[in-house]
């Protein structure tokens, strides 16, 4: 029997990164536990090679229950099967992502198994002695850390917001156990049929994969000048990314935002311009692997963070990177030239 159990998520079959994130959790608290970790993987058609990256990535072993049912996310089927899982094998801590299956299917499954759930965790350890899970979050508008634990229920449940850790790195090594569990027909909610998925968001941006992303905050001072970001952007292969100051005033939409009330995000570089660094903002970057921090206040609380501060107006300094990219970039030589050129 696993105590500590992920729940992976997947779409069209294919497993999200999240799945992984969510395992390098899991295997600190099943070691420190000293118990196993196990993956569920509920849906349809995720082959066999994905279900054993989830054991080369820290599963001790992986349900996987799978049926044309379950291809799409239905609350209603999704929490039947959880809670009766859970209620077979007792496990004594599941951790989901914050994502919107993890935020729906978690409450709807805790009232059921009468469990408490943190929602939105960003840090989970376990409490010596007792082997309680201690469920950190922000609170109080993200200026406390509030730490929370439920000593009196099990399951243990939280979400976890997602690229707030990394996957731990693929061990082939590794052996784990992926056990096929059948779907028992009374546990499909025949009333709700998913049709498939319409995207409302027009403003789509993929900011939590974007590997470079390029914000802007209310320094920026006009919608129309955000166009320096996405240019800027384009040149990295990135994606604009706000504050939610930017937000609130119309400039870019929310799926762009970033930060405590917005998206977390991890890129390999994030570059932030008229951005004074907001605890708030601050929760949404901090595992980005390099910082830049374009501010023309020294004291900035964006400069202390980052890896690389540069003081200055941020119109020079966007239009003088681009400058600089451009020449570096191969393919862009000839550009490069002629805007030279134009400016003298
Ligand atoms: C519950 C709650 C949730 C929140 N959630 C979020 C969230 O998810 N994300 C978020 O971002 N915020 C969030 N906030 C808001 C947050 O507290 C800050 O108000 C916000 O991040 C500030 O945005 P900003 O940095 O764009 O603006 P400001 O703090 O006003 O900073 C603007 C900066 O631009 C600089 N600047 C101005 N002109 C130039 C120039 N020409 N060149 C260079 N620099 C210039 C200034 O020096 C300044 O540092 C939240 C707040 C609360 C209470």
């Keep these: 029997m696993s105590f500590v159990w992920t729940l992976a998520e997947q779409h069209a079959g294919r497993l999200k990164e999240v799945s992984f994130e969510l395992l390098s959790r899991g295997r600190t608290l099943a070691d420190k536990l000293d118990t196993k970790l196990a993956s569920l993987v509920i849906g349809d058609e995720v082959d066999d090679e994905q279900l054993q990256e989830l054991v080369w990535r820290g599963a001790d072993e992986v349900y996987s229950i799978q049926d044309p049912r379950l291809a799409s996310f239905v609350c209603e089927t999704y929490s039947n099967l959880l809670s009766h899982l859970v209620k077979t094998y007792q496990p004594s801590v599941i951790l989901a992502a914050a994502t919107s299956t993890g935020r729906t299917l978690m409450p709807h499954v805790a009232v059921r198994v009468h469990a408490g759930l943190t929602a939105d965790c960003t840090e989970l350890d376990i409490e010596e002695g007792t082997g309680n899970l201690l469920q950190t979050r922000p609170a109080i508008g993200g200026n406390i850390m509030a730490t929370i634990k439920t000593p009196d229920h099990r399951p243990q449940m939280a979400t976890v917001r997602p690229k707030s850790s990394r996957p731990l790195p693929q061990d082939r090594s590794r052996v784990g156990k992926v056990i096929a569990v059948p779907l028992d027909d009374w546990l499909v909610d025949e009333r709700v049929v998913a049709?498939?998925?319409?995207?409302?968001?027009?403003?789509?941006?993929?900011?939590?994969?974007?590997?470079?992303?390029?914000?802007?905050?209310?320094?920026?001072?006009?919608?129309?000048?955000?166009?320096?970001?996405?240019?800027?952007?384009?040149?990295?292969?990135?994606?604009?990314?706000?504050?939610?100051?930017?937000?609130?005033?119309?400039?870019?939409?929310?799926?762009?935002?970033?930060?405590?009330?917005?998206?977390?995000?991890?890129?390999?570089?994030?570059?932030?311009a008229g951005i004074s660094g907001a605890i708030q903002h601050l929760a949404g970057i901090k595992t980005s692997e390099t910082i830049v921090s374009i501010n023309s206040d020294p004291d900035a609380s964006l400069h202390k963070v980052a890896d690389f501060g540069i003081v200055g107006d941020l119109f020079q300094v966007l239009e003088e990177l681009r400058r600089r990219l451009a020449e570096t970039s191969p393919g862009e030589q000839g550009t490069a030239g002629r805007d030279a050129g134009s400016e003298k």
């Design 195 to 272: 049709k498939g998925y319409r995207s409302d968001v027009q403003d789509f941006v993929n900011l939590e994969e974007a590997e470079v992303v390029v914000a802007g905050g209310r320094g920026m001072k006009r919608a129309e000048h955000f166009g320096l970001l996405r240019a800027l952007a384009e040149e990295f292969g990135g994606a604009v990314g706000a504050t939610r100051d930017a937000v609130d005033r119309g400039w870019i939409g929310y799926p762009h935002q970033v930060g405590l009330s917005g998206k977390t995000i991890s890129p390999r570089l994030y570059v932030g």
